[in-house]
Structure formats: structure tokens, C-alpha cells
């Protein structure tokens, strides 16, 4: 089956860039999805298709694939944005329909 | 996005059985496939069970809850179901509804509160 491989964690100073990365084989072909999930919530899409951007989402976040890796990069980082986020993709080898998440990368903002 | 509210979770014994329901507004359960996906205390999200559109006869199941859980739904009564039989401490977790935009792409873009369901003696 299908395997996403996230740092397990990351720390950014307040205003710099994160890069949160997410591993697959071949990711690239596929359409990567990401989700934050801050403490005792529910996970929020931010970032879906690669680069598209659910609404009410800053423009701070966007997203970016190529070959084996997808990029999560949030610019201008604040305090309100750490949380654990989550890459998806859809595994449809062998006429399966199901979702693979990493393993989630905290970010921690120092 | 749709508002997605699951019910039935609650405390069950090992091998026990429970069954959970999401109740799905408008005509999502027909024009969209539906998931459930849950996240064990302190672990990461993992994938449980999809459903096709239209009648739902496509069924996927994640390797841990293959020939023990059972993914239905009902279109008249705008509800989503999982069926979990054999339980074991290790299904403890919260477990999320959720609605699949895009049938080749997988994108979850609706999520329920989430129900948890603990499985202890």
C-alpha cells in the first residue's frame, strides 16, 4: 500500500517560512491534500488539489508537488498556526478507493 | 462544505460490537463518496472506510478493520453508518465522518465533530 512520510516535527520563529514536507513515491502524480488540526479540534483542509486553497484560508499557506515530495509552506508564520498538519492523498491502485495520511508534522512556533 | 454529525459511540468491551451514525445533509450520500476516518489518543489520522456515490456499490476498507467493520448508508434517511464488530482496545480512537470530494482525488472536505468510541474492560 501507498506510504507518506512527514518530519515529525518542525519550529519557526514567528514571522519566518515553514516547510512542512510529505514523502511519497511518485507523489507527484497524485493529488496531495493537507489538513491542520490544532488540540481537541476537528482537522481543517488548508490546502487541497496541490495548490488550491479552501476559502477562509490565508494566503499565507500554499502548496506545491514535485516527483517524490509535496511542499506545504506557510509564510509570515504566527503563533495561531501551530498545530499538527497532515498530507492525504487517494490510493486507487488496484480499483481501491482510500485515503493515506502521513504520519503529521507538528509545527511548532518558537 | 456540508454539516456532518456523527452519533453512537460510547463504551464497549473487547470483541463487542457498536454501530455508528453520521447524519449527511441534502443529497451528499448520492452525489459524493463518504468516509470514515478516526485518530487514536495522541496518534496521527488513519483511513477506516469509503463508500461510492449513487448506490454505493464500491466498499473500502483500511487493513486494521478489513472483515470486522462494515460501511453502509441509507439515502432516505440521509444517514451514513459503520457496523463494528470484534472490537479491540487498539479500535479506541474518535471517529470522524467525512465527506470525499472528487472520486479520483480523494479530498476530504467535510468533517464531523467526531464520536469516540473507547474499547476497555
Known amino acids: 500500500s501507498y506510504v507518506l512520510t512527514q518530519p515529525p516535527s518542525v519550529s519557526v520563529a514567528p514571522g519566518q517560512t515553514a516547510r512542512l514536507t510529505c514523502g511519497g513515491t511518485?507523489?507527484?502524480?497524485?493529488?496531495v491534500h493537507w489538513y491542520q488540526q490544532k488540540p481537541g479540534q476537528v482537522p481543517v483542509p488548508v490546502i487541497h488539489?496541490?495548490?488550491g486553497r479552501p476559502s477562509g484560508i490565508p494566503e499565507r499557506f500554499s502548496g506545491s508537488t514535485a516527483a517524490d515530495t509535496a511542499t506545504l509552506t506557510i509564510n509570515r508564520v504566527e503563533a495561531g498556526d501551530e498545530a499538527d498538519y497532515y498530507c492525504q492523498v487517494w490510493d486507487t491502485a488496484d480499483d481501491l478507493h482510500s485515503a493515506v495520511f502521513g504520519g503529521g508534522t507538528r509545527l511548532s512556533v518558537l | 462544505q456540508v454539516h456532518l454529525v456523527e452519533s453512537g459511540g460510547g463504551l464497549v468491551r473487547p470483541g463487542g460490537s457498536l454501530r455508528l451514525s453520521c447524519a449527511v445533509p441534502g443529497s451528499s450520500l448520492v452525489d459524493y463518496f463518504m468516509g470514515w476516518v478516526r485518530q487514536a489518543p495522541g496518534k496521527g489520522l488513519e483511513f477506516v472506510a469509503s463508500?461510492?456515490?449513487?448506490?454505493?456499490?464500491?466498499?473500502d476498507y483500511g487493513d486494521s478493520v478489513r472483515g470486522r467493520f462494515t460501511v453502509s448508508k441509507d439515502t432516505t434517511e440521509n444517514s451514513l453508518f459503520l457496523q463494528m464488530t470484534s472490537l479491540r482496545a487498539e479500535d479506541t480512537a474518535i471517529y470522524y465522518c467525512?465527506?470525499?470530494?472528487?472520486?479520483?482525488?480523494?479530498?476530504?472536505?467535510?468533517w464531523g465533530q467526531g464520536t469516540l468510541v473507547t474499547v476497555s474492560s
Open positions: 488539489h496541490d495548490s
Open positions: 511518485k507523489i507527484g502524480s497524485k493529488s
Open positions: 463508500i461510492s456515490h449513487s448506490r454505493g456499490a464500491n466498499k
Open positions: 467525512v465527506r470525499i470530494y472528487g472520486h479520483s482525488t480523494g479530498y476530504c472536505d467535510s
